[in-house]
């Protein structure tokens, strides 16, 4: 595992990110470990962690735009920007019912290559609904990034949409 990698985990662990035990999911369901992402966002070294880590995988020559839907990638996306010098775009959950009443704050322009970022990931059900979103407003995603999967079913079912998902991190590189 590369040094950046090692030293995000030692900073998420250090934040108590990962938390172990009994808990309850958004969704309903029962989890032996909680993923607490919103902790690691707030944090500047974490963010600028991440940010480098994903900025050097980014090829600038493939990629106009970085995205991610709201609410917990937004400060991830916007560290990528400052990195890697790419403007970015948020994706709404829904229209606003107000002003422009868009769906894609920022500048997406027809045929732009959006490289989309997730905070963390359970079967990638909300990334695959924002990667369409972009794709119905012009944009071409052919890849995504996750800061941590949780290795329930998302970079399978990306795949089967035709996206690559990449996985900085796996819950797995939290198990001891």
Not at 8 to 21: H, M, P, S, T
Not at 42 to 69: H, M
């Amino acid at each position: 595992m590369e040094s950046g990698k090692k030293e995000l985990i030692r900073l998420l662990n250090e934040k108590k990110v990962v938390e172990f035990g009994e808990f309850t999911l958004s969704s309903g369901k029962k989890s032996d470990y909680y993923v607490n992402m919103k902790m690691a966002v707030t944090d500047p070294q974490i963010l600028k962690s991440i940010a480098k880590i994903i900025s050097s995988q980014i090829n600038r020559n493939e990629i106009d735009k970085v995205a991610g839907p709201a609410l917990g990638a937004i400060p991830i996306v916007t560290a990528i920007s400052l990195e890697s010098l790419l403007p970015m775009l948020m994706i709404r959950k829904s229209k606003k019912g107000y002003g422009t009443s868009e769906l894609i704050e920022g500048n997406l322009l027809e045929g732009d290559s959006v490289l989309v970022v997730e905070d963390v990931t359970t079967t990638g059900n909300s990334l695959i609904k924002a990667i369409k979103a972009l794709e119905k407003n012009g944009g071409n995603v052919k890849r995504a990034v996750v800061v941590v999967d949780r290795a329930e079913g998302a970079i399978e079912n990306l795949n089967n949409e035709g996206i690559e998902l990449d996985a900085v991190l796996s819950i797995n590189d939290f198990k001891t």
